[in-house]
């Protein structure tokens, strides 16, 4: 950046370090030495370039691809933001309201659903640039895989869910397991391809076993509610990328996708009593 701008005003700017998650910004003016002055009178702390470049830092990675944000650090305001929101929808609609008719087995699908999604539009602009088009395909290629699961369980629904959830764990683990150093090494066609597949075989996986349960339910409305509840909290929780990382929302995600499994386990003992 510092680059950027001295070719671009011929100006080399003056860095002022203002503390807000160890950032800094950097002025350029058409008198530096008056905005030198005048930024000393601040009593902010000023560096240099090359102050900059003696210190120690941590590169990014295709784990933590963040350019503007130091390592280990989370933007607060945002976790700030997201908690006034909770607040909110708590006091104003009300924790019993939202409890009412609440389907625990479809809330953490949702939830990894959407981080499935987040990594997979973050993977894909490490690999393809990160532009409208990608975006817009990986967003389109998640609803294509959802949408044909939907339809296969309604032409043929299936007799049992363990298969689908065994390859759902098991398309999350290959998730966070393949490297996307990996892919950058093979020509585009298969790049495209691999990365697609191994993006959306867990959002099919996911998509048959939510359709299913939602097939099943005698309060679908309530069911469909609280799947796209969760979808919510899977936006909040995608923001801890900035922290654990695209591998990290994937185990997030394989978390969360084994609570549903907890929950779906203690509710089939209930069922199978009361029939």
Avoid: C
């Amino acid at each position: 950046m510092f680059w950027t701008i001295e070719r671009a005003t011929g100006q080399k700017p003056i860095i002022v370090k203002h503390g807000l998650h160890y950032g800094a910004a950097m002025l350029v003016s058409l008198d530096p030495g008056q905005l030198s002055a005048q930024l000393r009178q601040t009593g902010l702390p000023l560096t240099t370039y090359s102050d900059l470049t003696r210190a120690s830092t941590v590169p990014t990675s295709d784990h933590r691809p963040f350019l503007y944000l130091r390592p280990g650090a989370i933007p607060w305001a945002y976790f700030a933001v997201l908690l006034l929101t909770a607040i909110t929808i708590i006091a104003v609609f009300g924790g019993r309201s939202l409890a009412q008719g609440f389907k625990p087995v479809l809330f953490p699908p949702g939830a990894g659903f959407l981080l499935i999604e987040t990594r997979g539009i973050t993977a894909r602009s490490l690999l393809f640039g990160s532009t409208w088009i990608v975006n817009a395909a990986v967003i389109a290629g998640i609803l294509v895989m959802a949408l044909a699961a939907n339809a296969s369980v309604t032409r043929r629904p299936p007799r049992s869910l363990k298969g689908p959830v065994a390859a759902l764990l098991a398309s999350v683990v290959l998730l966070w397991w393949f490297d996307l150093d990996t892919f950058n090494q093979l020509p585009m066609l298969p790049r495209a391809a691999i990365a697609g597949m191994v993006t959306g075989l867990p959002v099919a996986f996911a998509g048959v076993i939510v359709s299913t349960l939602l097939a099943r339910s005698r309060v679908p409305a309530s069911a469909l509610a609280s799947n796209l509840l969760g979808s919510v909290l899977g936006g909040y929780l995608g923001y801890f990328s900035m922290l654990i990382g695209l591998d990290g929302l994937a185990l997030l995600a394989l978390v969360l996708y084994l609570g549903a499994l907890y929950f779906w386990q203690a509710k089939r003992p209930v069922a199978a009593a009361s029939a």
